[in-house]
């Protein structure tokens, strides 16, 4: 079994930065591959970004191409997601996902077994 617990969501103003952070307890982190999805409200949980075991290859949506980073720290059980020049069409609940291998890039809620509860972002204009 797998925990995920998110952190780390507020309210910002547009053009502004948040760090997202998701613990991992269970499991072997390393060997999970990891994901971040978020859902507005009245709208589909959608795909945010994607990170491999080795933190090697990332992926992520064209929405936040350029301005979000994912990235994880092993020795932690932590995976992070940076979120800079923030937009109000960013603002979601942002949800943690992982999963043990598959295959990459893991864009699809199915593809994942292990969820977080979410954590709030709201961007303020």
């Known amino acids: 079994q797998v925990d995920v617990v998110e952190s780390g969501g507020g309210l910002v103003q547009a053009g502004g930065s948040l760090r997202l952070s998701c613990a991992a307890s269970g499991g072997i982190f390393s060997r999970q591959q990891m994901g971040w999805f978020r859902q507005a409200p009245g709208k589909e949980r959608e795909f945010v970004a994607a990170?491999?075991?080795?933190?090697?290859?990332?992926y992520y949506a064209d929405s936040v191409k350029g301005r979000f980073t994912i990235s994880r720290d092993n020795a932690k059980n932590t995976m992070y997601l940076q979120m800079n020049s923030l937009k109000p069409e960013d603002t979601a609940v942002y949800y943690c996902?992982?999963?043990?291998?598959?295959?990459?890039?893991?864009?699809?809620?199915?593809?994942?077994?292990?969820w977080g509860q979410g954590t709030q972002v709201t961007v303020s204009s």
């Open positions: 990170i491999r075991w080795s933190g090697g290859s990332t």
């Open positions: 996902a992982a999963r043990y291998g598959g295959s990459w890039p893991p864009l699809r809620e199915y593809d994942y077994g292990y």
